[in-house]
């Protein structure tokens, strides 16, 4: 079953097409690898999908609810981390989620269990402006679980940190499926994290998905195409610049 569809979702800002004919379908309780170089439109479909802008055409589907008209039904339903998480500087680590916690009407214990599940607890008292970007990386990414919501919507959520935290936050996004019954669609530059936490990965470029699939699926292409299929990293990138050479070839 899947719990994210989309239906030919496009957005465009006068000619250029951020998103164009999207076709995409994350797998009910799959961490799902969201890839492609900066400017393909990983960022703009996960802002679609949380009603932040809104589709020039075409549609989509979470947990079979539909945009525009379940709007609110669907963003109860998602935790987010969409670029640089903002933060009241003057609160603290706490504080902040706190806030986060009120809104939602969430049990008191839910922030306790987020700065828990993200290494914070111990920082929790800290004011935010204090944070580094690591501290800052994990902030949002408790944000984001918070209440355990069914879905989970993160991009770059290892972005700062460095290589231990990035393994604990791997392990973690890892573990989500199983641990709360959730599904995670996790957008990243870091190419061997993706192919060690993803069930399916989906990969753009300029707008469109060049593939959708399972990690050995995309293997088994790779090997039809001649690519090299030892690391994920090097069947992407030969699949991005097979594709640029196609649009540079049709101009």
Do not use: W
């Not at 936490?197 to 790779?222: C, P, T, W, Y």
């Amino acid at each position: 079953m899947n719990i994210i569809q989309t239906n030919k979702l496009t957005k465009a800002y006068g000619d250029f097409k951020a998103v164009s004919n999207l076709n995409l379908h994350v797998r009910s309780g799959s961490v799902y690898g969201f890839l492609g170089p900066n400017g393909a439109g990983k960022s703009t479909t996960m802002k679609l999908f949380l009603g932040l802008i809104k589709p020039t055409r075409g549609n989509f589907l979470i947990n079979g609810r539909s945009y525009p008209k379940d709007r609110q039904a669907i963003l109860r339903e998602i935790g987010s981390f969409i670029e640089a998480p903002a933060f009241y500087a003057n609160l603290s680590g706490e504080e902040n989620l706190e806030l986060i916690r009120k809104i939602l009407g969430l049990p008191k214990s839910a922030v306790e269990e987020a700065l828990e599940l993200v290494g914070l607890t111990e920082h929790r008292k800290r004011l935010a402006k204090k944070y580094s970007l690591g501290m800052k990386q994990r902030l949002g990414l408790a944000g984001a679980l918070i209440g355990k919501p069914p879905i989970l919507i993160l991009d770059e959520p290892t972005n700062g940190l460095d290589p231990v935290g990035i393994h604990e936050i791997r392990t973690l996004i890892r573990n989500l499926p199983k641990q709360f019954d959730c599904t995670v669609l996790v957008s990243s530059h870091l190419l061997p994290e993706i192919e060690l936490m993803a069930d399916d990965v989906g990969i753009i470029n300029h707008g469109r998905l060049l593939f959708e699939g399972s990690l050995k699926a995309l293997k088994q292409l790779a090997v039809q195409k001649g690519y090299s299929n030892q690391h994920l990293e090097d069947t992407f990138l030969a699949m991005i610049d097979e594709d640029n050479q196609k649009r540079g070839r049709g101009r």
